[in-house]
């Protein structure tokens, strides 16, 4: 793991840090491991996800937890109805608790959400890239979930032009944690996907590797981080965890390692 974050216990409860935020002050945020909920396998034990065919009471207790382990009241994340896209919900207090506790209640159609509010923004993944940005100047939040589709679409960049935009945030005073997720060590796509890594990025050829003919190892970090700075967001105020979620199964999630049966990890941040 990065040195830009850290590993947190609470009990058996166990989460992952950003220490530039911390340091900052001024918001709690936490991406989940798979420790300290209490679901039964192919689930256990801290699946966040309703959708995951997981059984909802579980998963209700499961968000109690890691709500109330970072001082956050369980009924109050917004959550989002990810459909690998690129569409920024902007996110007010009076949203408080769309989809927090049960799965209909989500924001339709967003893949990012930002606020001023204090209001926790929570998204999920099970492989997916997720990103936290926090601009401390104008006390502003966001969270992205950026897949393959979503890098290409660069959903993490729209949300911090999201941000200035609405906001009037600065992208050089955003932090930006990039959570756990595949890495490029196993994140394999076919002709198809390389194409549209083509056509978003000049540089395509520094975020994939070639394995066999058709094959390549796709850089998800790397992809989402250079947009970040071509956005203006400062490379030393991005933060990679560098933990492969299908490398580390005892500890995360991966809808890819577990064969497309697997629970969900969050990705949390709000203002203090």
């Known amino acids: 793991m990065s040195q830009g974050f850290?590993?947190?216990?609470?009990?058996?409860?166990?989460y992952f840090t950003v220490q530039n935020f911390t340091e900052r002050g001024g918001v709690v945020h936490a991406f989940s491991s798979r420790h300290g909920g209490v679901s039964s396998p192919p689930f256990?034990?801290?699946?966040?996800g309703f959708h995951t065919?997981?059984?909802?009471?579980?998963?209700?207790?499961?968000?109690?937890r890691f709500c109330t382990a970072l001082g956050i009241d369980a009924a109050e994340p917004v959550t989002a109805e990810q459909v690998h896209a690129d569409r920024v919900q902007v996110v007010t207090a009076s949203q408080a608790g769309a989809g927090?506790?049960?799965?209909?209640g989500s924001l339709p159609a967003a893949d990012a959400m930002i606020t001023r509010d204090k209001v926790a923004l929570m998204a999920f993944f099970a492989d997916c890239v997720p990103?936290?940005?926090?601009?401390?100047?104008?006390?502003?939040?966001?969270?992205?979930?950026?897949?393959w589709q979503g890098t290409v679409l660069e959903v993490g960049r729209r949300t911090v032009e999201a941000m200035v935009r609405e906001f009037g945030s600065n992208p050089a005073d955003c932090l930006v944690g990039i959570g756990p997720?595949?890495?490029?060590?196993?994140?394999?796509?076919?002709?198809p996907v390389v194409e549209k890594v083509k056509a978003s990025?000049?540089?395509w050829q520094d975020l994939v590797e070639e394995k066999a003919p058709g094959r390549w190892n796709l850089d998800l970090w790397a992809a989402n981080r250079q947009s970040l700075i071509e956005a203006g967001v400062l490379a030393e105020n991005i933060s990679v965890s560098g933990m492969c979620t299908r490398c580390n199964q005892d500890m995360l999630f991966s809808y890819r390692g577990d064969k497309g049966v697997s629970g969900r990890l969050a990705a949390i941040i709000r203002l203090v």
């Open 6 to 14: 850290k590993i947190n216990k609470q009990g058996d409860l166990i």
């Open 44 to 48: 256990a034990s801290l699946n966040l």
């Open 53 to 64: 065919g997981d059984e909802p009471g579980a998963v209700k207790e499961n968000r109690k």
């Open 100 to 104: 927090a506790l049960d799965l209909t």
């Open 131 to 147: 990103l936290l940005i926090y601009d401390p100047r104008r006390k502003a939040v966001g969270v992205a979930h950026s897949g």
């Open 181 to 191: 997720s595949i890495g490029p060590c196993c994140y394999e796509v076919d002709e």
């Open 201 to 203: 990025f000049p540089y």
